[in-house]
């Protein structure tokens, strides 16, 4: 039911005539949310500036922290108070170098990106025999020191989902495997690309290693790349397949990121905020527009849009979250700093700019009036309801340690993994009509949940 309902939505310009009563949808929010349906702007002028002015925005680095500025100025210029940088300190790494190519016997070249919080092969690079594991698993069974000297290849592929389950599926080959393969004895690891294209545009990402295992060169083939890798181990006839592997990342030490912070006043301080969640950072290799700077414009733009409807019961708070990408420091630093003041309702916008399709919460049975209410409101832009307990995104880890309110509004996620931590991740990818479509959606709900007088109870 929900796909037949996806289709109608594209099919109609994401114009789905609502069978919920009036009173849901009405007032000055909903005419704001129907508005941003068609004309909002705020989303992409924050999205297209920070792109274009700053562009990647590694965490910990220079230009984080110009992305920090920027988006300051951004929130000032538009109202928003109490604008503030949170700073923390991160262990801060950047790749350097990056090549493969095989040697023997089909000697070629392959294109490579380094994984974050890997280590180095120095600059001239080593050579080893490969060793292929069809999949994770795999991996997982090969007998401890089985990979001596060699380097490993998981070629664990990911499938297209448009509710990104694939990646709960395939992420294990970046998030754990290059430290089994070390673990086993590999010099180094080499992945598929957790991503679902076919462009030779390897995905970066980070991965770890179990304590005690020393860290070890790791990179992510592009998926034609890993294709034509796997052909080579179905042509070779038992010969090894031998590869030359440079990657020279560093790890720079200790270095300052920071969370920006930035509110719409509500009009009754004893009411615990609306918290509504973006990451700033980005991985270096394209501008950040998927991955989360659409997010950022579109939670900024939803707080703007209320406010403008008229000062809201409670406080509306932007968090764009510093340093996501490479282990969720501003998330867990801003749950230490702001674990004692109590947060009434937390939700994140993390998984591009495709229009939105699902509504969830954490209170479903708990406060089941206030989550049908949220739900039938948006019902006209094609969101359909849901019983998924919702969990939230990375960066409202406060919500969650708490035990309080959250609210997923889940996105399409058909064609996010074909851009996530790559190159390709520019403002070009990002579709203006359905960058709107979630603007509408967070304006309707931001707008109903900063105006709730009662507790948003959970039942935890």
């Not at 590869?243 to 009411?271: C, F, R, Y």
């Not at 997923?408 to 991740?425: A, I, K, M, S, V």
Request: glycine share 10%; aromatic share 6%.
């Amino acid at each position: 039911m929900h796909k037949h309902l996806l289709a109608a939505v594209a099919a109609t310009a994401l114009v789905i005539p609502s069978i919920a009563s009036a009173e849901h949808h009405e007032g000055p929010v909903a005419e704001m949310a129907d508005r941003a349906l068609d004309s909002d702007t705020a989303a992409w002028d924050f999205l297209e500036g920070i792109t274009t002015e700053v562009g990647p925005r590694q965490p910990g680095t220079e230009a984080e922290a110009r992305g920090r500025a920027w988006a300051m100025d951004w929130l000032r210029e538009r109202g928003f108070s109490n604008v503030v940088d949170e700073p923390f300190e991160m262990r801060t790494w950047v790749r350097g170098e990056e090549e493969a190519r095989i040697t023997a016997p089909f000697a070629q070249p392959m294109h490579i990106t380094a994984l974050g919080n890997t280590a180095s092969t120095g600059p001239d690079g080593i050579e080893a025999e490969v060793v292929y594991f069809p999949s994770y698993a795999d991996l997982v069974a090969a007998p401890d020191g089985s990979l001596q000297g060699k380097i490993a290849f998981i070629s664990h592929d990911m499938r297209p989902t448009q509710d990104g389950s694939g990646y709960g599926f395939a992420g294990p080959a970046r998030w754990t495997g290059p430290g089994i393969a070390a673990r086993k004895g590999a010099v180094a690891t080499v992945i598929r690309s957790i991503g679902t294209e076919n462009h030779r545009t390897p995905h970066t990402g980070g991965t770890s290693f179990p304590d005690g295992v020393e860290p070890t060169p790791a990179g992510a083939l592009s998926n034609p790349d890993a294709d034509n890798l796997e052909r080579m181990f179905a042509r070779a006839n038992g010969r090894p397949i031998m590869m030359h592997l440079t990657l020279t990342p560093q790890w720079l030490g200790d270095t300052i990121s920071g969370n920006v912070v930035a509110e719409k006043i509500g009009s009754d301080p004893s009411l615990p905020p609306v918290l509504v969640a973006c990451h700033l950072d980005s991985w270096d290799l394209g501008t950040g527009a998927i991955d989360d700077a659409a997010g950022c414009g579109i939670v900024a733009a939803a707080a703007l849009n209320v406010a403008d409807a008229g000062q809201p019961l409670r406080t509306i708070r932007v968090l764009m979250a510093g340093a996501e990408e490479t282990g969720l420091w501003g998330s867990e630093a801003y749950s230490a700093a702001h674990i004692d003041e109590k947060i009434g309702v937390g939700l994140e916008s993390d998984f591009g700019a495709d229009r939105i399709w699902r509504f969830e919460s954490n209170f479903r049975e708990a406060n089941p009036d206030l989550h049908a209410r949220l739900a039938r409101s948006v019902a006209r832009f094609g969101v359909a309801d849901s019983a998924n307990v919702a969990s939230g995104g990375a960066d409202i880890n406060i919500s969650r340690d708490q035990g309080g309110a959250i609210i997923d509004l889940q996105q399409d996620g058909t064609r996010y993994f074909e851009l996530h931590h790559t190159p390709d991740d520019t403002l070009d990818k990002v579709d203006p009509v359905q960058l709107r479509q979630n603007v509408a959606v967070w304006t309707q709900v931001v707008g109903i949940l900063a105006n709730e007088a009662a507790d948003i109870q959970t039942g935890e």
